[in-house]
């Protein structure tokens, strides 16, 4: 097995010779430690391309230098760049699947302005794809985050609002709608009715608190703690900016309505307004009944995205820079 050695700060070498991980936060000791199959696998075919990997820390003046040699760079980070010799490497919305993208990951990656022809899709393919994850995921409740036991008998829901943590790598632009508007907007459309509310696993203090503000105004409105998977079941619609959860309501083939820019908006109906996305709830399951979404699953995360795991993993990655960098 293939180490990453760390780039030292006067590193040169030949154009095109060293494959070069720029690794933001605990991802630097992860891929140091060798603890992901994606960088061992990619790092051995590297290897036997004649091609060394190496190891720095995304921002740091290494870093910075080193993307500008005509190098292979890949960044493992939230922040979306595009250049010549770079692509992105990031974990996806489904626990096993690896984005390796031109421009960036999640509502940054080339896939938010790639166009789905579900004619084109092999409807086999994706009802074996769709069914084989969709159904482990689901039966084994995995998610990116540690879940709560299945409850299973949640009370029936007309929505659940996932929330999302946003860091400087996603500017306020890129959502149309505030937690708080969501919220809000869910709440008055189905008075009476249940609407429920989650926190994403790493959302911030502060952001919990403003939620939990908006919450308490509303009578039909409550936080509920459960796996996403149970929330998602127990609802008719789930409601997010662009939270995984939004993508892992597919699996259930759940109508999902968006906020913000988001890599599975073909899936969703996205609003950007609030009288939008009104109509948008009132409408979602007679607009969505008739989607792909075993075709759409496959499409985006069994084309678009890479699994490390399957035996094909390292030519189809090693194919991605071939295609970006080497031709």
């Not at 969501?182 to 911030?204: E, K, N, P, S, W």
């Not at 662009?242 to 259930?252: D, K, P, S, V």
């Not at 979404?293 to 035996?311: I, N, R, S, T």
Request: proline share 4%.
């Amino acid at each position: 097995m293939a180490r990453v050695a760390p780039l030292g700060p006067d590193d040169t070498a030949e154009p095109l010779t060293r494959l070069i991980f720029h690794a933001e936060g605990a991802w630097y000791e992860t891929i140091e430690d060798q603890q992901e199959l994606f960088f061992e696998k990619l790092t051995d075919r590297a290897r036997d391309e004649g091609v060394s990997a190496h190891l720095v820390r995304l921002g740091t003046r290494a870093s910075r230098g080193a993307l500008d040699s005509e190098q292979m760079h890949v960044i493992v980070g939230d922040a979306p760049q595009y250049a010549p010799y770079l692509l992105h490497a990031h974990p996806a919305h489904i626990r096993g699947f690896w984005y390796m993208d031109e421009t960036g990951i999640r509502e940054h990656s080339s896939i938010r302005l790639s166009a789905f022809h579900p004619s084109l899709v092999s409807y086999e393919d994706a009802e074996y794809f769709f069914n084989g994850v969709s159904g482990y995921m689901l039966r084994e409740n995995i998610s990116q985050l540690p879940q709560r036991a299945r409850m299973h008998d949640l009370e029936r829901a007309a929505v659940t609002v996932f929330c999302r943590p946003f860091g400087p790598a996603q500017p306020a632009n890129s959502r149309a709608l505030s937690h708080a508007a969501m919220i809000a907007t869910a709440a008055t459309t189905f008075d009476d009715r249940q609407v429920y509310v989650a926190f994403h696993g790493q959302q911030l203090e502060k952001e919990r608190t403003e939620i939990k503000s908006v919450v308490q105004q509303f009578h039909n409105v409550s936080l509920k703690q459960a796996s996403v998977h149970d929330l998602i079941a127990a609802s008719d619609i789930v409601l997010t900016q662009n939270a995984a959860a939004g993508f892992e309501a597919l699996m259930q083939r759940k109508p999902v309505v968006s906020c913000a820019r988001c890599d599975y908006a073909h899936a969703t109906i996205n609003v950007r307004s609030r009288a939008a996305l009104k109509a948008a709830l009132l409408n979602a399951e007679r607009q969505q009944e008739r989607f792909a979404f075993a075709e759409y699953f496959y499409w985006h995360h069994g084309q678009k995205c890479l699994e490390p795991v399957k035996d094909e993993f390292a030519d189809l990655a090693w194919g991605r820079i071939v295609d970006k960098m080497l031709t």
